[in-house]
């Protein structure tokens, strides 16, 4: 059997026959954009602007039955994916320094990660979708560190906002004070 490099394996996504297959980790055809709207509707309880996808039912069931064990085929990544087939990503006792790295740059998000750098994610404690799909097949990039680091930037500004929400309300008493009275 011929060896698999990316030369022969990245062409064979455009085939026809493959693409019928619609592997979302592997050939999805989609937009970061759509991908965010199905994680904000995922958030939301399987609605979003009066357009459901899944019962609520569908969704809490979609998170459950975390199973954490090594991914031996891909990375070798300590994984905890869901009965619904999505990972949560969390560190382990268990991971290297390079996957403690890896997760702490998407720490709390659930969902999935595509060949070549696309990323499709959602944190339900931050109310966060997030979704990357790079327009350049990055195959070297395994871990999707460039999703990653825009992943974490966006959870950054999330965790300034509410920081600056909660600054802005003082408590009742505090804001009678302030006035005088």
Request: charged share 25%.
């Amino acid at each position: 059997m011929d060896k698999i490099t990316p030369n022969k394996f990245i062409p064979m996504f455009n085939r026809a026959v493959i693409r019928m297959g619609e592997t979302p980790s592997g050939n999805a055809s989609c937009s970061a954009r759509g991908l965010a709207k199905i994680g904000a509707c995922v958030l939301n309880g399987g609605e979003l602007a009066g357009v459901r996808i899944m019962s609520e039912a569908a969704v809490e069931q979609l998170h459950e039955g975390l199973v954490a064990k090594r991914d031996h085929g891909m990375t070798g990544m300590v994984t905890e994916f869901s009965q619904g087939g999505i990972n949560l990503y969390r560190r382990s006792e268990a991971d290297s320094a390079h996957h403690r790295r890896e997760k702490e740059l998407r720490e709390g998000f659930y969902g999935w990660m595509g060949f070549g750098g696309s990323v499709f994610q959602w944190n339900r404690e931050l109310g966060v979708s997030f979704a990357y799909a790079p327009t350049l097949l990055s195959w070297y990039d395994l871990q999707n560190l460039r999703g990653a680091r825009m992943q974490r930037a966006v959870v950054e500004c999330v965790e300034a906002m509410e920081v600056r929400a909660r600054s802005n309300q003082m408590p009742e008493e505090e804001e009678e004070t302030s006035r005088g009275n």
